[in-house]
């Protein structure tokens, strides 16, 4: 359904995001990209979610003509996005951009209520792990340390999100599928690449147990 890693780095903020959208039984409807990269800001946007909110929310930003402007207001068209979820009422927006001075920097939005994540807020992050949650936290540790060290070690935590359902999730519960795509932004511009390929099918459930394919 929705798999989105992100972290900030120096002159960097990268993504790493799947391609599925599945309907409420849980079966691959279409690939479709979860990111959208926005040259005139130098900044790109992740959505989780179902196929609408991403479009929605990615064709506003070429409306903004500033960073700054897209900062003020990006939080204020979140809460007027409406979503279709086939097993939550929430999504997550997170923002990568790299600001006049070369460094890269990361916000998030959630319509969420958690710890830390006020609803509708822009927080400012340096890394951040969507779906599915880690419940083992000493796994959970390597893994996420694995993804922050260099070079990064994707894989191994793109497995256990990949390998791992989701209790509230339709169907059998696995909600990570597709293609898995690297993506960097800088100062150059934003660069992707598909690191890992899994063999779903259109009209079928994501199965998890079946780890991967070669790229």
């Known amino acids: 359904m929705t798999l989105i890693n992100l972290q900030v780095r120096r002159d960097s903020v990268f993504f790493l995001t799947d391609t599925a959208a599945i309907d409420k039984k849980g079966r691959l409807q279409q690939h479709r990209q979860k990111i959208g990269y926005h040259p005139h800001l130098n900044a790109a946007v992740a959505v989780t979610g179902n196929v609408g909110q991403s479009r929605d929310i990615n064709t506003v930003?070429?409306?903004?003509?500033?960073?700054?402007?897209?900062?003020?207001?990006?939080?204020?068209?979140?809460?007027?996005?409406?979503?279709?979820?086939?097993?939550?009422?929430?999504?997550?927006?997170l923002i990568g951009l790299i600001d006049d001075e070369g460094r890269g920097r990361a916000f998030a939005v959630s319509t969420a209520k958690g710890e830390e994540i006020k609803p509708y807020t822009l927080?400012?992050?340096?890394?951040?792990?969507?779906?599915?949650?880690?419940?083992?936290?000493?796994?959970?540790?390597?893994?996420?340390?694995?993804?922050?060290?260099?070079?990064?070690?994707?894989?191994?935590?793109?497995?256990?999100?990949?390998?791992?359902?989701?209790?509230?999730?339709?169907?059998?519960?696995?909600i990570v599928g597709g293609n898995i795509i690297l993506s960097r932004l800088s100062k150059n511009g934003m660069e992707t690449s598909v690191v890992e390929r899994y063999p779903d099918e259109i009209g079928?459930?994501?199965?998890?147990?079946?780890?991967?394919?070669?790229?």
């Open 123 to 174: 927080h400012p992050v340096d890394d951040w792990i969507i779906q599915p949650a880690i419940e083992d936290e000493r796994f959970a540790d390597a893994l996420t340390s694995a993804w922050l060290k260099i070079p990064y070690d994707y894989r191994s935590l793109v497995q256990y999100q990949r390998t791992h359902p989701v209790a509230s999730a339709p169907s059998a519960g696995f």
């Open 61 to 93: 930003m070429a409306h903004y003509s500033s960073q700054a402007e897209m900062l003020e207001n990006i939080t204020r068209h979140v809460k007027h996005t409406r979503i279709w979820h086939p097993f939550s009422r929430f999504f997550h927006v």
């Open 204 to 215: 079928k459930p994501l199965d998890g147990r079946n780890v991967t394919a070669p790229v």
